[in-house]
Nanobody
């Protein structure tokens, strides 16, 4: 079992930045690919970014490429999502997730989920 706790959400104006954190605990969290997903109002949950435990390779959704950066600090069992140049359409609940696969972009590939943190971008 792996437990995930997100933090760092909040209100921000368009063009601003936020950094989300996800602290993992439990069974060998550093052996999991860490991913971020989001679910906006009246939208399905969608992939945002992931960072492989195997080679550290990061992958991003097209909508956030160049604006968001995923990172992880294995010593702290923590994953981060740095979000810059935020847009109104980035408003969503952001979820951290852990997958046992080296590459994972679909939600069904993730075994553990956090409770989510709200990000609201205003004009």
């Amino acid at each position: 079992q792996v437990q995930l706790v997100e933090s760092g959400g909040g209100f921000v104006q368009a063009g601003g930045s936020l950094r989300l954190s996800c602290v993992a605990s439990g069974r060998t969290p550093n052996l999991y690919t860490m991913g971020w997903f989001r679910q906006g109002p009246d939208r399905e949950r969608e992939f945002v970014a992931a960072k492989s435990y195997r080679d550290g390779r990061a992958t991003y959704a097209n909508s956030v490429t160049g604006r968001f950066t995923i990172s992880r600090d294995n010593a702290k069992n923590t994953a981060y999502l740095q979000m810059d140049s935020l847009k109104l359409e980035d408003t969503a609940i952001y979820y951290c997730a852990a997958s046992g696969k080296a590459r994972a972009r679909d939600s069904y590939e993730y075994d553990y989920w956090g409770q989510g943190t709200q990000v609201t971008v205003s004009s």
